[in-house]
């Protein structure tokens, strides 16, 4: 079960994003899964360039769609174990309506953000999760506009599955990826994941000062909303771990009336090739 291909990255040296294939690849196998049952759907984006780089079905869609792609993908095919993973700008500016829709839709599938707050693949511009006076060549007086908290959206928006970890910390974001696979439902784990080019704010010291780690709160119980709303409002949005499970919720697919446990591509149609044909013809 080797998840890793002969494809050398592109990513700059010490890139965040490293560490989130190595996760990816390392929880696949720690699931058990073969190469052929797992896929990776990714945007438009430094962190895009990921779905090439994981020896398993990859899918390098436009901006923003990774979401629309990754769960048409799960439920024409719902033995796959289906990842969506995108960068910031893909997932909470251009793709941020399919963001909120797909976690209240709550297909089963796990989407990953690289967070580096800021657009590294066109040389550095204020993304949505740019905090306020960043400077960058788009906002060369820093940035008017507060930063967004995916985790207080997708909280907001009835997710399922809410985890956040760090490039530093492999095992803590394996583990994640790990448990929001086999999550029944949509996992959502935004990774901060630094920039080391264009983002000299956010840098991996930064990050390892202001961090919260659930750790730090044995106590901590993943399964109550509010209490997840306020740890994340109280870290301003620093919190790593699993933030928020809610296992009574059932997956999207499981709740469409008639939807058959094997996927669409594997069930037999009950109809004739002349029947196919005038259907397919329909559409042309
Ligand atoms: Fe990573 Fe930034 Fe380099 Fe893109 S520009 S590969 S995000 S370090």
Not at 43 to 71: D, E, K, W
Not at 100 to 115: C, E, K, S
Request: hydrophobic share 35%; with cysteine.
């Amino acid at each position: 079960k080797d998840f890793r291909n002969n494809i050398k990255p592109n990513w700059c040296p010490g890139c965040g994003d490293f560490s989130v294939q190595a996760a990816i690849q390392r929880a696949a196998a720690n699931v058990g899964l073969e190469p052929e049952q797992l896929a990776v759907v990714s945007g438009i984006g430094c962190s895009g360039r990921i779905s090439g780089y994981i020896n398993a079905y990859g899918f390098h869609g436009v901006h923003g769609r990774s979401l629309p792609i990754a769960q048409g993908l799960k439920m024409a095919n719902r033995e796959l174990t289906v990842i969506a993973a995108g960068g910031d700008g893909d997932g909470f500016a251009i793709g941020m309506g399919h963001t909120v829709h797909a976690i209240r839709r709550n297909i089963n599938i796990t989407y990953i953000v690289m967070d580096n707050q800021i657009y590294g693949l066109t040389k550095g511009q204020t993304s949505p999760r740019s905090a306020e006076g960043f400077k960058t060549k788009s906002t060369p007086s820093g940035s008017i506009e507060s930063a967004l908290s995916p985790l207080e959206v997708a909280l907001a928006a009835g997710a399922t599955f809410i985890g956040q970890s760090f490039s530093s910390n492999l095992k803590q974001l394996t583990s994640l990826i790990e448990e929001g696979m086999k999550h029944e439902g949509f996992s959502f784990i935004n990774v901060f994941s630094p920039c080391v080019t264009f983002n000299k704010v956010n840098t991996y010291e930064w990050f390892k000062e202001h961090i919260v780690d659930l750790e730090e709160t044995p106590d901590y119980d993943a399964s109550n909303r509010v209490a997840a709303m306020t740890k994340i409002m109280e870290t301003n949005s620093l919190v790593t771990g699993l933030i928020y499970q809610d296992k009574s919720r059932k997956s999207y697919e499981d709740m469409v009336a008639g939807f058959k446990p094997e996927g669409l591509a594997k069930q037999n149609l009950n109809i004739t090739e002349q029947e196919f044909e005038k259907l397919v013809a329909e559409f042309k």
